[in-house]
């Protein structure tokens, strides 16, 4: 699901994650069960997600699946 204002741009979202109002989301692959909380960007600044998620060498952002309703 998309919040109101969220952008999301060649990325794969898999079902049951939830985008907040206001993300930005580029290049990104993000699988069951993520919530993206309301103003979160990804895939703009992939030195900031290398700390918090994958980041491939063609700069693909990776969040794995979450084992239960997680946030980031």
Avoid: H, W
Avoid at 31 to 52: A, H, M, S, T, V
């Amino acid at each position: 699901m998309l919040e109101a204002g969220s952008e999301v741009e060649e990325s794969i979202l898999f079902d049951f994650c939830e985008v907040g109002s206001g993300c930005r989301i580029k290049r990104s692959i993000i699988d069951r069960f993520n919530l993206i909380k309301p103003g979160e960007e990804i895939g703009y600044d992939l030195e900031r997600d290398k700390q918090r998620f994958t980041v491939n060498n063609k700069g693909v952002v990776t969040i794995p699946r979450a084992p239960t309703r997680f946030f980031y």
